[in-house]
């Protein structure tokens, strides 16, 4: 296929498959703020408009797309590792990376990082201001999503930029759900899709204006749209062809 990219602002978004374009990079990443798929994908569907009052709605469907499917768990791991291979080679020596992550595959993840010399900080968290309400009275709602915060080689501020300067903020950021209602957010493209308030968030406080962010699973272009907000340089990569026309659309 073609090599297809559009250049916007401070950036540059790329179509194809991350490892081959990650390849054609140096070591000089600053910050990698990504949500790769979780493989928590299944043909479960719940319907909502069975139930009263405010809970009733549109079914919810837990199959996200082709792009959350693998055969079994170690053809997922193999993929993603196989990513990370590549990611972690453009990381500079004291560059971070946040990685949203499944909560009950961290251990795996911070596993991988340590045995490539990457410090594992602390887990960051996005509480949902607006979770969505569980239809089946078994269990709780899911409000909380986790990202995984590592660094490269030290953790020593000569090297790995910490903004403490902005005061001293909680691990976790309170934001809703993005939908089309929401005029900075929006609009609604992605069945995962993060809030840019979010990623403002830890792009601020883990980089310098002028420092190069990347996003290599950038689907709805969320973390591309923060890292222009605050006036970084990036470059996000998406395969699939309709996020990625979508995200170009969005962040111009």
Aim: aromatic share 14%; proline share 5%; with cysteine.
């Amino acid at each position: 296929m073609a090599e297809r990219f559009e250049n916007i602002g401070n950036g540059v978004l790329y179509q194809g498959d991350c490892i081959e374009w990650l390849k054609k990079l140096r070591p000089t990443v600053d910050l990698v703020i990504t949500d790769p798929p979780y493989f928590i994908s299944s043909s479960v569907v719940i319907h909502r408009s069975r139930n009263k009052g405010k809970f009733r709605g549109r079914s919810i469907l837990h199959d996200f797309g082709d792009w959350d499917h693998w055969a079994d768990e170690e053809s997922y791991y193999n993929w993603l590792f196989s990513c990370l291979d590549v990611i972690v080679d453009v990381l500079r020596h004291g560059g971070h990376l946040i990685m949203f992550v499944d909560k009950f595959k961290i251990t795996k993840f911070i596993e991988y990082f340590e045995s490539r010399n990457f410090k594992a900080r602390q887990p960051l968290f996005w509480i949902k201001a607006n979770p969505v309400p569980r239809a089946r009275k078994v269990n709780f709602m899911n409000s909380i999503e986790m990202a995984l915060w590592v660094t490269k080689g030290t953790t020593s501020r000569k090297f790995a930029t910490f903004n403490y300067e902005l005061g001293q903020s909680r691990d976790y950021l309170i934001a809703p759900i993005p939908s089309n209602h929401d005029k900075f957010e929006g609009p609604r493209i992605h069945p995962t899709q993060k809030p840019i308030k979010w990623g403002m968030w830890v792009i601020n406080y883990l980089s310098c204006e002028g420092d190069l962010v990347i996003d290599p699973f950038a689907g709805s272009g969320s973390f591309l749209v923060a890292a222009e907000l605050l006036k970084r340089r990036w470059i996000g990569i998406e395969k699939d062809e309709n996020y990625y026309t979508r995200a170009v659309e969005r962040i111009k």
